[in-house]
């Protein structure tokens, strides 16, 4: 989650000072593929190593500058999932819904809401149906589970994307009612997915396997890390790759403000699985996505316990003491890792704050040169020094939605083929394209990598935790 970053926050984007790159030549778009691409074709891999450079610091994100959406044929969706992330939550900006309308207008068909809370998908169809998107709503049918709609389906309901927002507990893994990948791929296995993250709560050799089974699928997967797609971070990308720079050391922080964060679960490991993993996940994934492969056997971690003198909250808006004391969340986390280029990492993750915002910030070093992401989530800016200045650069971008962006790039994929928008994966150097095979070749199992370093940081400082007395 990124919980409680408040809903404030891209729509304070708009930033001043637009120190925008020379215009760059946009993507060639590359011939339309069949919409069923089960393959990793040569072509494919070659889209896959392209450089992340390729983005244009010019393209509009903001869902209020694109062009209106064009009527044509129908785009059936189905959507898994009625909560915050796919609907509306006031603690965030999330809505992939409201992102899906305006990407594709009138043509927009959600044929199934999922979601075994009938009363919740209802409540959400509602609110659609009584505004100007009625036409996307109006035949929207609402099953409790995926099999009733594989079971119930006609023909002209087909979907050509399945966006799932649904709990992790209940997917990633492959027992029965958690192993929602497979049912998916069983029915649709040439059909596109978003997931959200993270990929599961379940063990991470489970959802390994799950990447496996969508990669011989052959469904193009995105993962919801939608900190990629922001333009700074794509800058951050470019500047490293133009400059052919190794990326030296990591650093992220990742300090949250806890008083209005009144889920219990979020509070319960056993629910959650913690910080690390549901929240830190984030910037674990942005960390990798700069730093490359984590060697897991290097992490190394501490906590702050709810126990220890140090780690006493005065404002924790839950009664955590009805949580099993070895199940309550810890205060503060720090962790250090080597990436397999030698490369070191850390994060420091604190349950610390009062008020609403959360103070973010990742620093990625390489020779002559310190990248500072600061605010990702409210007011991205990215400080850059670089060598002939001991000054730093401030480079922002207006208006930018890194929400739009992940979904109309997947949407863009489906219509014009695949590779035709970048699905931000982590890529080698296209210097390095004969390495292919070293390369994430999808996005979840990319997101899989992601959650294994999560876990690695949980246990790691699990072991080497204080106990309680
Ligand atoms: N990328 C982000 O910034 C971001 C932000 C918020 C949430 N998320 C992620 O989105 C996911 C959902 O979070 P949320 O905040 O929307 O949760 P939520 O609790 O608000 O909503 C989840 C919905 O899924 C329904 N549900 C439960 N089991 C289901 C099942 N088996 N099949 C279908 N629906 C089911 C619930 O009834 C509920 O309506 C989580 O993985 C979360 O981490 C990501």
Known sequence: MFRATPARQLGR???????????????????????AVRAFSA??????????????????????????????EDF???????????????????????????????????VALIDPG???????????????????????VVYPNFGEFVKNMKPEQRPRAIWVGSPPAFRGRESAGRDLEQTLIEAFPDVAIFIEKP?????????????????????????????RYLK????????????????????????????????????????????????ATHFCDLSRYFGGEVDLSTVMAHSLEHFEPAGQLSKVPVPEDTIPANERIPRITCATWKYESGAVGSLTHAVALHGFNYSTELDVYADGYSLRLVDPYN???????????????????????????????????????????????????????????????????????SYALTWAIRDASEKSAKKAA
């Not at 190593?49 to 044509?72: C, E, S, V």
């Not at 052919?244 to 219990?264: F, S």
Request: hydrophobic residues 40%.
């Open 379 to 449: 007011a991205p800016v990215l400080y850059l020094r670089r060598p002939g200045d001991d000054h730093e650069e401030v480079v922002r971008y207006q208006s930018d939605d890194p929400f739009f962006s992940e979904v109309a790039n997947l949407i863009d994929n489906i219509e014009k083929g695949e590779g035709s928008a970048p699905i931000l994966r982590w890529v080698l150097r296209s210097s390095l394209i004969p390495r292919l095979a070293d390369t994430a070749r999808s996005s979840y199992e990319d997101a899989v990598k």
């Open 118 to 140: 009938k009363a919740r998908a209802d409540a959400a169809l509602k609110v659609k149906r009584e505004s100007f998107v009625l036409s996307a709503y109006k035949d929207t």
């Open 199 to 227: 990929v599961s709560t379940g063990p991470v050799d489970e959802a390994m396997n799950i990447a496996e089974k969508l990669k011989q699928s052959g469904n193009i997967v995105s993962v919801g890390y939608m900190l």
């Open 232 to 279: 700074v971070v794509q800058k951050m990308k470019q500047i490293l790759e133009e400059n052919n720079l190794k990326v030296m050391a990591t650093n992220a922080r990742y300090i949250m403000a806890y008083e209005h964060t009144a889920k219990l679960d979020w509070w319960d490991k056993s629910q959650s699985c913690g910080p690390i993993v549901e929240q």
């Open 76 to 110: 059936n969706v189905v959507i898994v999932g009625a909560g915050n992330i796919n609907v509306r939550s006031d603690e965030g900006p999330w809505n992939h819904s409201f992102r899906l309308e305006h990407k594709l207008g009138p043509r927009l068909k959600v």
């Open 43 to 72: 072509a494919a891999a070659v889209r896959q190593a392209q450089p992340a450079t390729d983005f244009d610091p010019h393209a509009q994100t903001a869902m209020d500058k694109q062009q209106p959406p064009a009527p044509g």
């Open 13 to 35: 984007l708009a930033a001043s000072a637009v120190r925008a790159a020379p215009r760059r030549a946009a993507v060639p778009a590359l011939a339309a593929s069949q919409p």
